[in-house]
């Protein structure tokens, strides 16, 4: 029963976010297709989760290099989530709305079980991207020796702290996330 409810509500999300996508680009260039809206603020919604993973690891990571509890680093990381909420939210629901209407297409063209396990393996690879894309974050800002590691790690902690990585408009892909937000908060 919970899982109806929650399809039924990804499923109007996504609809909201393709009509919206297909109404937006009659104001844009004609270069500019729903499917290319679509991906544009599917792409914004792994970044959102490529950064998500990588301020968490990087937290904990240099948690245990810099020998400070949990607490030091997670409240960094807590502050970093709360003053970006909105938009990780909007990634979130995103990316469960596109694995959701890719599972029906997939359905709809294979079969139930056949579409179902397609749809899995895809949504599994799509996560396993946005998680190379982070470890590769995370090994260059963590890359050196055990000193320059250290160096990073307080550096790290100063810039989360400090909005380096907050989404602002000083982001080239700053209007894609709003977007992004827009058209899932519909």
């Known amino acids: 029963m ?4 929650i399809s039924r509500t990804l499923c109007v999300l996504l609809q909201v976010v393709f009509l919206a996508s297909c109404a937006s680009t009659a104001d844009k260039d004609e270069a500019t297709t729903p499917e290319d809206e679509y991906r544009n603020l599917l792409t914004a919604a792994a970044y959102m989760r490529v950064l998500e993973l990588f301020i968490a690891t990087v937290a904990h990571s240099c948690t245990d290099l810099l020998g400070q509890d949990d607490a030091t680093m997670d409240g960094i990381g807590d502050g970093w989530k709360n003053r970006n909420r909105e938009y990780i939210n909007a990634g979130r629901k995103l990316i469960m709305a596109h ?10 063209k294979l079969g139930e079980e056949k579409g179902f396990t397609v749809a899995r393996a895809e949504a599994a690879e799509f996560g396993a991207a946005i998680e190379r894309d982070s470890a590769r974050m995370v090994n260059a800002r ?4 055990h000193n320059d590691q250290l160096e990073s790690c307080n550096n790290f902690a100063d810039q989360v702290s400090t909005g380096r990585y907050d989404i602002t408009p000083r982001l080239d892909r700053y209007l894609q996330l709003q977007r992004m937000v827009q058209i899932t908060e519909r």
């Open 142 to 145: 963590l890359s050196g020796s």
């Open 99 to 108: 694995a959701y209407l890719n599972m029906q297409r997939k359905q709809a």
């Open 2 to 5: 919970k899982y109806k409810k």
